[in-house]
C-alpha cells in the first residue's frame, strides 16, 4: 500500500503516514526499522506494510490508529 510521509521523529524513529484518502496513520520505530531507512522526510512518497490490529495487539499496548490497521514497514516507494 502506498502513503505519503507526515510526521517524523529521529529521537524515537516514530511517526505518522497519510493514506491516500487522508487517514493518518502512525507508525513505531519496529516499522521504521524494518524498512531499512535512515531518514524519512514530509511529503515522500512511502511505501507500508500493514496488519490487521487484534484485541490481543490492543491489550499488549500497542497504539490504536483508529483504522484496524497497524504498521509493520514503512520504507520509499519506488517506480
Known amino acids: 500500500m502506498q502513503a505519503t510521509a507526515y510526521t517524523y521523529d529521529p529521537e524515537s524513529r516514530s511517526g505518522q503516514v497519510l493514506?491516500?484518502?487522508g487517514t493518518p496513520v502512525p507508525f513505531d520505530?519496529?516499522?521504521f526499522?524494518?524498512?531499512g531507512l535512515r531518514?524519512?522526510?514530509p511529503g515522500q512518497r512511502v511505501r507500508i506494510e500493514t496488519e490487521t490490529e487484534t484485541?490481543?495487539?490492543a491489550d499488549?499496548?500497542?497504539?490504536?490508529t483508529g483504522t484496524g490497521r497497524r504498521?509493520?514497514?514503512?520504507?520509499?516507494?519506488?517506480f
Open 71 to 78: 504498521i509493520t514497514l514503512v520504507t520509499l516507494q519506488t
Open 55 to 57: 484485541d490481543a495487539d
Open 33 to 35: 526499522d524494518a524498512g
Open 39 to 41: 531518514l524519512l522526510r
Open 60 to 64: 499488549a499496548g500497542d497504539a490504536d
Open 29 to 31: 520505530a519496529a516499522a
Open 19 to 21: 493514506l491516500d484518502d
